[in-house]
T-cell receptor
Framework: NAGVTQTPKFRVLKTGQSMTLLCAQD?????MYWYRQDPGMGLRLIHY???????AKGEVPDGYNVSRLKKQNFLLGLESAAPSQTSVYFC??????????????FGPGTRLTVL | TQLLEQSPQFLSIQEGENLTVYCNSS?????LQWYRQEPGEGPVLLVT?????EVKKLKRLTFQFGDARKDSSLHITAAQPGDTGLYLC??????????FGEGTQLTVNP
């Protein structure tokens, strides 16, 4: 049982390049999330998914796209990277969003630098 | 606008000291969680509280949910270097999504 895994762990991009971050979970969770974490700003929700084939915008969705083709995978794409997207990206999953069952399980993070 | 305000933002103490960190909102929480994040890792859930006035203990950590469900506190007794980390609260206020506070960065010096 690996929990939530993310690939890659580190990446350096040049401005304008594209990339996809992969998140996988083996807990059969319906809900999956992508966050970015920047110093002094906590975790900000980029996009989330409430089930296979569905996605929705979070607090800071601009410049990112996502897809949830399979229940266990949630992909985050950057079509044209900008220096402002330099951050640590975390994927998370949860069984529910209600009460005590909305515990989020996080991956180890991807550190992205855009030059 | 930050829905959840955490204080203090930074805290550096000596091993053996006690400390309290806070999570506040002007709105009522329907539920609130505390997470701890260690360097280079993702956050890990410590506790979920849902009832006003609820108190939960996890070894040396005591979590309290305010009677009016607008605030929460985390108290650590006899802090140890292993308690070092970023403490995040996460909650849902009326009419909003679940959101994280900015966190309290705790450093416990040996």
């Amino acid at each position: 049982n690996a929990g939530v895994t993310q690939t890659p762990k580190f990446r350096v991009l040049k401005t304008g390049q594209s990339m996809t971050l992969l998140c996988a979970q083996d807990m059969n969770h319906e809900y999956m999330y992508w966050y970015r974490q920047d110093p002094g700003m906590g975790l900000r929700l980029i996009h989330y998914s409430v089930g296979e084939g569905t996605t929705a915008k979070g607090e800071v969705p601009d410049g990112y796209n996502v897809s949830r083709l399979k229940k266990q995978n949630f992909l985050l794409g950057l079509e044209s990277a900008a220096p402002s997207q330099t951050s640590v990206y975390f994927c998370a999953s949860s069984y529910s969003t209600l009460g005590r069952r909305n515990e989020q399980f996080f991956g180890p993070g991807t550190r992205l630098t855009v030059l | 606008t930050q829905l959840l305000e955490q204080s203090p933002q930074f805290l550096s103490i000596q091993e053996g000291e006690n400390l309290t960190v806070y999570c506040n909102s002007s709105s009522v929480f329907s539920s609130l969680q505390w997470y701890r994040q260690e360097p280079g890792e993702g956050p890990v859930l410590l506790v979920t509280v849902v009832t006003g006035g609820e108190v939960k203990k996890l070894k040396r950590l005591t979590f309290q949910f305010g009677d009016a469900r607008k605030d929460s506190s985390l108290h650590i007794t006899a802090a140890q270097p292993g308690d070092t980390g970023l403490y995040l609260c996460r909650g849902r206020t009326s009419g909003s999504r679940l959101t994280f506070g900015e966190g309290t960065q705790l450093t416990v010096n040996p």
